[in-house]
């Protein structure tokens, strides 16, 4: 009999001890014995990096991996064995400290880009470490900015750069989705509450001050269909809607189909420009890098819109336009989420010169890691070096 990983937690204090996540590992079905061993011991090490009263904090000022914590599904506490052996296997390595503090402070408000880039840095400089290159975290001090992380190979005597960003969602993006977010939950209610359903769209977006406004109208809506037992339009610049009992669903299906709608609510239409975005990040990132070294560039797509809107085939031919004039670049990686230890199997395919990893989670979801080789790199690298750069991803 299955047994409800929640119950560790008696009280609402139990969500920020150490010891309730520890004990909760075992109760966590789809973990083999020894994950379930590991998992436990990347807590109590993180215990010890983060300190006690870390939980407690995290909670109250909305640390980001405080998700991590409170999703008990099996691939976070992969995630967090990952965190644990990435912070021990790189707590030697130059100005570790400085990464450190970037993943454990609680951002302001606001400055989550500083965990997530400290994050997506610490996982970035762990792949290379683990295929056999020295890593230093380059220090921030000075007036110029500077690439993340300085890659030697011992062997070769070889320097590579490495300068990491994510690419978050965009500021109109997440607005829309936000006042998405706030129409969606108070209509659903209410029409659950009425026993109505509404089908129909939202065919342009609209700002914070019209949300009001808008569920004000579909109120009115209900109200009438609720006293008239009958189907209802709503036609608005900003809504197309029709409103209906449940007991007249065929009617409303049928009004739905002679429009062209689907059997439901669709928000407004967003506009991505996420290669553009990536592009404008790689100029900034390119200002990084030193002249008369090889460089690399890692730009996580944390926002989740870029693999899911463009074919990689096109991101990829974009790439290569815009950096044929570095000849110090040597590739791009771009990965849907962090570049950090693939959680199941992996499929690796050519794209030309490129490589294409997609990593499986939970043996169906793609995770794609692109690595872009720059055609017009012009400085010289080893045969040996390149192939652990490949191999760090894969």
Not at 153 to 166: C, I, P, Q, W
Not at 233 to 241: G, K, M, R, S, T
Not at 299 to 309: A, N, Q, S, W
Request: aromatic share 8%.
């Amino acid at each position: 009999m299955s047994q409800n990983p929640h119950q560790v937690f008696k009280s609402v204090e139990d969500y920020g001890r150490w010891a309730s996540y520890i004990l909760q590992c075992d109760l966590i079905e789809g973990l083999a014995s020894d994950e379930k061993e590991r998992a436990k011991q990347a807590l109590e090490y993180l215990r010890v990096v983060f300190g006690e009263s870390f939980l407690k904090r995290a909670i109250a000022q909305g640390h980001p991996l405080i998700g991590l914590f409170r999703n008990c599904a099996p691939w976070t506490r992969l995630k967090l064995i990952g965190l644990a052996e990435s912070l021990e296997a790189m707590r030697g390595a130059e100005n570790f400290k400085m990464i450190l503090k970037r993943i454990k402070d609680v951002p302001k408000m606001g400055a989550e880009g500083k965990f997530t880039d400290g994050y997506s840095v610490l996982q970035t400089a762990h792949q290379f470490f683990r295929v056999g290159l020295q890593v230093c975290f380059v220090s921030e001090k000075g007036s110029r900015k500077k690439p993340d992380i300085k890659l030697s190979d011992k062997e070769t005597g070889e320097e590579v750069y490495v300068e990491g960003s994510a690419l978050h969602i965009s500021a109109e993006v997440k607005r829309i989705q936000d006042v998405n977010r706030y129409v969606f939950f108070l209509v659903s209610g209410a029409m659950a509450e009425a026993q109505l359903t509404i089908y129909g769209e939202m065919p342009k977006s609209f700002n914070e001050s019209h949300a009001p406004n808008l569920v004000k109208q579909i109120s009115e809506v209900i109200a009438e269909v609720k006293a008239s037992g009958e189907l209802r339009e709503l036609i608005d610049e900003y809504i197309v809607a029709g409103v209906a009992p449940r007991r007249k669903l065929e009617q409303l299906n049928q009004w739905a189909a002679e429009r062209g709608f689907s059997q439901d609510l669709a928000g407004p239409p967003m506009i991505f420009s996420e290669i553009s975005r990536v592009q404008r990040k790689i100029r900034e990132k390119l200002a990084q890098l030193p002249n008369d070294k090889p460089g690399i560039i890692v730009i996580p797509d944390l926002g989740g819109f870029l693999f899911h809107f463009y074919d990689l085939s096109l991101i990829i031919s974009e790439l290569e336009k815009q950096v044929s004039g570095y000849p110090n670049l040597l590739a791009i990686v771009l990965s849907q989420g962090y570049a950090d230890e693939p959680l199941s199997d992996i499929v690796l395919e050519k794209s030309g010169p490129h490589i294409i990893i997609n990593r499986l989670v939970a043996g169906c979801i793609k995770e794609p890691i692109a690595i872009v080789r720059n055609q017009a790199f012009a400085l010289n690298v080893s045969q040996s070096m390149l192939a652990k750069i490949s191999r760090a991803f894969s």
